[in-house]
C-alpha cells in the first residue's frame, strides 16, 4: 500500500501554512503508522505474542536556530492543527505573513519485502521459534536454556516540509534473537545470536534461524571452558563482522554534525587531517539493501547515501541531517533520524563500517604472538568528549603464539577511539556486518555496523586474573 | 472514580464466555526544553495516550495469553486490539503457572507524587530555568568551554489497570528534572560532566545541585591520567552506587531466580553480603521518585526486604513467578510501558545509610580509587554468572583524600564478591530517578585495569 493514502496532500499543506503563520521559517509534518509484532518463547514455551499499532504526526517549526515541536495521535485535521499550533509557540515574534507551500510530487519507497510479516501466518512464526529451540538444544547436553525471540516493523511514513519535499517510505524490518545458557562445573555462561534484515519476513528462511541457534548454543559450551582474562595493554584482534561496533561507538558518534557543531567532538575543525592509520577508510551508507540500517530515504525524506567519512586515514567529512546542514548552508547526507513520530529528528547512522583489506584473517593472528582474539563483542559506550570507550567482549580467546588458544570470560575493553584508530595495523579480506541498535539522547533506532578481521593496539583488557 | 478507569473497565465489558481480559490504560503530557547560547535549542510539547490488553483463557491444561498495545484511546483503536491479543492466545503454549493477578487484600499506600506546580508553571517560565541553567554553568569557571546542552523536563502521568479478575487500580505521577552536560577544557583535553536535580515538580528542583554537579564533574577529570593496574577498595559516589544496586536488584527478581538466570537462586538464608548490608524494596517509601501506590498488575505494592544484614532474605515477585515459585506475589509486577507485560523487578531500591560522610570514608580507607561514573554497565555485567568489569572514571585517593583524576580505566570482580567486600556504606543518601537511591559505598578486592 503507497504511504500517500496515510493523510490527503490538502490537509498536509494546511498544516505546513498554518505552522509557519506565527513566522516560521521552516515547518514539517511527520506522519507515521507503525505495526509491530513480537513473541518469545522460553523453556519451549512459547510465552506470549504481542501486536502493536502506533499511528501519529510529529510537527515541528524551525525559526532562526530554535526548533519548537509537537506531537499528536490525532491524525484529524483538528488534532493536527492544534499540533501545529503548540510546535509554532517557540514562534514568539508572531506574525511573519503566510507562507506559500509548494509540494514537489510524491516520491513513495518500499523495502523489499515479498512477505509482510504482519501477513504472516502467525502458526509459522511459532513453528521456526520452536526449530530455534531444537536446534540450540541439540548442540549439546550442557546446554540448558533456550530463549528465542521475534520481532518484526513494519514502518509506514510521509513527510513534508516546507522546502518542498514530499515523500514516503515503508520500511520493513525482522529479526530473530536466539539466548542460550549451558551449565558446567564452573558455572553459567551465555551464549547469543540475532538474524536481522530490513527485509520481509522471507528473510527468516529455516537455514538461517538453524545457523543462528547452533552458533549461539556453541558459544555458550565453548564459553563453558573459559578462564578469567588477562588485564592490561593487549593486541587485540577483532574478527570479521564482530567488532564493528566499536567504530560505530567510538569514531562514527564524533562524526555526528551536532556534536561538531557544539564543539562537543575530538573531530571538530578536523577535515582534511590525518585521524586514523593508513588502513581506516570508513563509510556510513544507508543504501546498502537488506542491512539492519538501511534506509531508501531517512526520516526528514531525504534519499539515504554512501558517506566516506575518512579515507585512507583522512577525515574527509561529517553525517548531517536538516537542521545542522542548514546551519552550514550545505544539503543533509541523508542521516536526519527518529525512533518514531513522536521524536525529533537528528544526525544518525545508517550502516557504518570499516572497508576491507588485503591480508588474510589467517595471516593476521599467525602474527601475532601474544594477544586477544574477539569472535564477538557486546554492546559498548563512549564518552564523546574524551573518544573514552568501553565494549563487553561476550565471546574471545587468548592468542598464544599466532594461535588462538583458550576461551576467555566475559570482561570488557576500554580503549580511545581516535587513539585506536591510529593504531589499527592490519586489517583482513572477510568483510562482515553485523546488526544493532543505536541510542542516542533516549531514541533508539537500527543500524548496520561492519569491518573485516582486524588489529587493534592500545586498547586495555578489563580481566581479573594477574 | 478516575475516568481511565470507567474507561478500562468498559473495555472489560467486551468479556467473551470464560475468557479474562486485562486492561491497562495510560494519560501523559510532557515538556522538554534545552537551552543553548541563550536561547531555546528546541522545545517539545505534547500528550500521549496509550492501551495495552491482555486476554487469558484457561482450560483444564493450563492458561494461555496473548497480548496487544495501541498508542491511542480511540474506540477503533482499542477493539483492533482486542481483536489482536484474542487472536494472538491461540498460539501461546498453555502453562499452568499463567495467570492474572487477584485482589489480595493488601491495602494500597497513600502516597501524593504529583505536584501541581507541573501544571501552574507557565512554560515561559519553564523555558528560563533551562536558560538561566545553561548561563549559570557556563559563568561557573573559566575552563567551562561549552554547555553541551542544558534542559528542563518535565511529565504528568496518569494511569489505570482492571481485569476482569477484579483488579481496578489508580496511579499519578508528576516528575520535573534540569539536567546540564558541560564540557572543560585545560587546553590540552577536554572532560564532560552531567548534573541533575529531580523532584515531583518544576520548584522542587535545584538548579544550583545540577550546576555544582556538572561543573565539578567537568573540572576535577581535567589531567586525567590512566593509572598503573591495581587491586584494591574502590569507592563509589552515589550515582555509581544507585547504578550498581539496580544490577543487584535484577539478580533479585523472582523471575530471574524461577527461571535459573540469577546467582542468588537457592540461597535464601545464607550470608550473600557483609553484615553492613541491608538492602530493602520500598515503594510505599514517597521519598523514593520510583515510588507507587500499585504495581504493574495493579496489585499494592509494599516493602520487601532482600537482604538484611548480609542475610538474603527474599525475592521479589508478580503473581507468575509466584506461583512458579510456590509463593504469592510481592506486589513487585513491573511493566515497561504499554506494549510491555507484567514481569517481576525491583521498583524503589534503598541501601540502609551507614554512619560516615563520605569524607569519612576516604580517611578511613586510606588508599583506593573513587569511582564518579561507570561506563558499558550493560555490556560488563552479567547477571547470571555474576561477572563484573566496567569502565570507569574517578580520581584516586591517596592518604584518605582525593588526588589524581583517571580514566581509561575498568574495574573488575564479581558481584558475588563485591558484596562480601563491603567495607563502607556513607550515610550520604541520595534520591535519584531511577531504580534505586545511592550513596557513598567502599567495596574491597577491586581489580583496576590501567596501564
Given amino acids: 500500500m503507497t504511504t ?188 547469543y545470536r540475532p538474524v536481522a534484515a530490513t527485509r520481509g519476513f522471507e528473510w527468516m528462511t529455516p537455514e538461517r534461524i538453524s545457523e543462528a541457534a547452533s552458533k549461539a548454543a556453541q558459544q555458550a559450551l565453548t564459553k563453558l571452558a573459559s578462564r578469567p582474562a588477562p588485564s592490561g595493554d593487549l593486541p587485540v584482534v577483532l574478527a570479521g563482522g564482530s567488532g564493528g561496533i566499536l567504530f560505530h561507538e567510538a569514531c562514527g558518534h564524533g562524526l555526528e554534525s551536532d556534536a561538531i557543531l557544539k564543539q562537543a567532538s575530538v573531530y571538530a575543525g578536523m577535515v582534511g587531517e590525518k585521524v586514523a592509520s593508513d588502513l581506516v577508510t570508513l563509510i556510513d551508507d544507508g543504501t546498502m539493501v537488506d542491512e ?31 537542521m545542522r546542514a542548514r546551519k552550514e548552508g550545505r544539503v543533509s547526507s541523508g542521516n536526519g533520524r527518529r525512533q518514531t513520530y513522536a521524536h525529533l529528528p537528528m544526525v544518525r547512522m545508517t550502516n557504518t563500517y570499516l572497508m576491507a583489506g588485503t591480508q588474510t584473517p589467517e595471516e593476521i593472528i599467525a602474527s601475532t604472538s601474544y594477544g586477544v582474539y574477539v569472535a564477538q563483542l557486546g554492546g559498548g ?45 592490519a586489517v583482513a579480506n572477510d568483510f562482515s556486518t553485523a546488526p544493532g541498535t543505536c541510542g542516542k539522547d533516549g531514541q533508539q533506532v537500527p543500524v548496520g555496523t561492519g569491518q573485516a578481521t582486524m588489529r587493534l593496539t592500545g586498547v586495555t583488557i578489563g580481566g581479573t586474573a594477574a | ?139 561557573s569557571d573559566p575552563r567551562i568551554r561549552q554547555v553541551d546542552s542544558a534542559s528542563y523536563s518535565d511529565y504528568a502521568v496518569a494511569g489505570a489497570i482492571a481485569s476482569t479478575t477484579g483488579i481496578a487500580a489508580t496511579y499519578a505521577r508528576t516528575m520535573a528534572y534540569l539536567s546540564v552536560e558541560a564540557i572543560a577544557t585545560n587546553g590540552e583535553e577536554d572532560q564532560s560532566g552531567w548534573g541533575l536535580s529531580a523532584g515531583r515538580g518544576p520548584r522542587d528542583i535545584d538548579l544550583d545541585r545540577a550546576r555544582r554537579d556538572a561543573v565539578q564533574r567537568c573540572t576535577r577529570m581535567l589531567g586525567a591520567i590512566k593509572p598503573t593496574t591495581r587491586k584494591g577498595i574502590a569507592v563509589f559516589d552515589a550515582r555509581a552506587t544507585a547504578t550498581l544496586l539496580s544490577i543487584i536488584g535484577g539478580a533479585l527478581s523472582g523471575e530471574a531466580v524461577v527461571r535459573g538466570r540469577s546467582f542468588f537462586a537457592g540461597r535464601i538464608g545464607e550470608m550473600v553480603a557483609s553484615p553492613r548490608f541491608t538492602l530493602i524494596d520500598d515503594p510505599t517509601d514517597p521519598r523514593h521518585f520510583a515510588a507507587s501506590p500499585f504495581d504493574g ?59 560516615l560522610t563520605q569524607e569519612e570514608v576516604f580517611r578511613e580507607i586510606g588508599d583506593g580509587f573513587f569511582i564518579e561514573s561507570l561506563i558499558g554497565v550493560h555490556s560488563g555485567v552479567n547477571p547470571i554468572s555474576g561477572d563484573f568489569s566496567v569502565g570507569a572514571t574517578g580520581l584516586l585517593i591517596r592518604d584518605g583524600q582525593l588526588a589524581e583524576p583517571i580514566r581509561e580505566v575498568t574495574v573488575a570482580s564479581s558481584l558475588q564478591r563485591m558484596l562480601l567486600d563491603v567495607v563502607a556504606i556513607g550515610s550520604d543518601q541520595e534520591w535519584l530517578p531511577g531504580t534505586a537511591a545511592g550513596q557513598t559505598l567502599a567495596i574491597d578486592g577491586i581489580s583496576l585495569s590501567g596501564s
Fill in chain 1, 4 to 191: 500517500a493514502t496515510l493523510i490527503d496532500q490538502n490537509l498536509v499543506e494546511k498544516v505546513l501554512t498554518a505552522a509557519t503563520a506565527r513566522g516560521g521559517d521552516f515547518a514539517e509534518i511527520f506522519v507515521e503508522d507503525r505495526q509491530a509484532n513480537s513473541a518469545t518463547l522460553d523453556q519451549r514455551r512459547i510465552e506470549e505474542l504481542t501486536s502493536g499499532r502506533e499511528r501519529g504526526a510529529g510537527i515541528r517549526v524551525v525559526i532562526g536556530e530554535t526548533t519548537g515541536f509537537a506531537h499528536t495521535a490525532d491524525l484529524s485535521e483538528r488534532g493536527l492543527l492544534k499540533a501545529a499550533e503548540a510546535a509554532a509557540a517557540v514562534a514568539r515574534s508572531g506574525g511573519g505573513g503566510t507562507k506559500t507551500v509548494a509540494l514537489e510530487s510524491y516520491r513513495d519507497n518500499t523495502t523489499r519485502a515479498t512477505e509482510l510479516p504482519h501477513d504472516v501466518d502467525k502458526a509459522r512464526k511459532v513453528e521456526l521459534m520452536l526449530l530455534a529451540d531444537d536446534v540450540a538444544r541439540s548442540q549439546g547436553s550442557a546446554i540448558s536454556q533456550v530463549q528465542v525471540g521475534l520481532g518484526d516493523t513494519s514502518r509506514r511514513f510521509l513527510v513534508a516540509n516546507t522546502d518542498g519535499v514530499f515523500a514516503g517510505d515503508h520500511q520493513v524490518r525482522t529479526r530473530f534473537n536466539v539466548q542460550t545458557v549451558a551449565v558446567g562445573d564452573t558455572g553459567m555462561q551465555t551464549g
Fill in chain 1, 292 to 322: 539492519w540500517g538501511y534506509l531508501a530515504i531517512d526520516d526528514e525524506g531525504r534519499p539515504s547515501a554512501r558517506n566516506v567519512l575518512i579515507e585512507n586515514g583522512v577525515l574527509t567529512d561529517y553525517m548531517w541531517d536538516y
Fill in chain 1, 381 to 425: 559506550q563512549v564518552n564523546p568528549t574524551t573518544g573514552d570507550f568501553v565494549f563487553g567482549m561476550t565471546e574471545a580467546y587468548l592468542i598464544e603464539n599466532g594461535e588462538i588458544t583458550t576461551p576467555l570470560r566475559e570482561c570488557n575493553l576500554i580503549g580511545n577511539g581516535p587513539a585506536v584508530l591510529k593504531r589499527v595495523d
Fill in chain 2, 1 to 139: 472514580m478516575s475516568e481511565l478507569l470507567q474507561l478500562a473497565q468498559k473495555i472489560l465489558e467486551q468479556r467473551v464466555g470464560s475468557e479474562h481480559i486485562e486492561v491497562f490504560v495510560s494519560r501523559s503530557t510532557e515538556n522538554d526544553v534545552r537551552a543553548y547560547q541563550g536561547d531555546i535549542e528546541d522545545l517539545t510539547t505534547a500528550s500521549s495516550d496509550g492501551v495495552g490488553i491482555r486476554v487469558l483463557t484457561d482450560s483444564a491444561s493450563g492458561a494461555r495469553v496473548g497480548s496487544a498495545w495501541a498508542g491511542s484511546l480511540d474506540e477503533t483503536a482499542i477493539s483492533e486490539a482486542l481483536r489482536e491479543a484474542r487472536d494472538n492466545v491461540r498460539f501461546a503454549t498453555e502453562d499452568e503457572f499463567v495467570a492474572f493477578a487477584q485482589p489480595d487484600g493488601v491495602t494500597a499506600p497513600q502516597l501524593n507524587l504529583t505536584s501541581p506546580d507541573v501544571d501552574s508553571v507557565s512554560l515561559d517560565e519553564k523555558v528560563a530555568l533551562a536558560i538561566e541553567l545553561e548561563r549559570a554553568v557556563r559563568d
Fill in chain 2, 297 to 355: 498488575e495493579g496489585l499494592a505494592t509494599r516493602r520487601n526486604a532482600l537482604i538484611e544484614n548480609g542475610l538474603l532474605r527474599g525475592f521479589v515477585y508478580d503473581t507468575v513467578s509466584g506461583r512458579r515459585a510456590g509463593v504469592a506475589s510481592t506486589g513487585s509486577a513491573q511493566r515497561g510501558g504499554i506494549a510491555g507485560s507484567p514481569s517481576a523487578g525491583v521498583r524503589a531500591l534503598q541501601l540502609q545509610p551507614g554512619t
